[in-house]
């Protein structure tokens, strides 16, 4: 399994934006898949966004077109911009590595509200 830790998340008014960033800590990075994930009240955990070690992204269909995902993976880092936030982009937001088994990070709670 691989150590990540999420930071970045925040309170936000509607329509602004935040970063979030996950850091791991692996000798082994570039291959894994590395995404995030996201979990409000009382639903289940979703993704939000995956990134491949050749930069291929996917997107849930809830942030096309405002949030992007990318990775340095000289860094071992995966990044997290969201633009244009809604309330319902409220959620812990939880960085996810592929690896057998899943690796997880601890959550960052995002807060999007006036």
């Known amino acids: 399994q691989v150590q990540l830790v999420e930071s970045g998340g925040g309170l936000v008014q509607p329509g602004g934006s935040l970063r979030l960033s996950c850091a791991a800590s692996?000798?082994?990075?570039?291959?894994?898949?590395m995404g995030w994930y996201r979990q409000a009240p009382g639903k289940q955990r979703e993704l939000v966004a995956t990134a491949t070690g050749a930069g291929s992204t996917n997107y849930a269909d809830s942030v096309k077109g405002r949030f992007t995902i990318s990775r340095d993976n000289a860094k071992k880092m995966v990044y997290l911009q969201m633009n244009s936030l809604k309330p319902e982009d409220t959620a812990i937001y939880y960085c996810?590595?592929?690896?057998?088994?899943?690796?997880w990070g601890q959550g960052t709670q995002v807060t999007v509200s006036s």
């Open positions: 692996t000798s082994i990075f570039n291959p894994y898949v």
């Open positions: 996810n590595a592929r690896t057998n088994p899943e690796s």
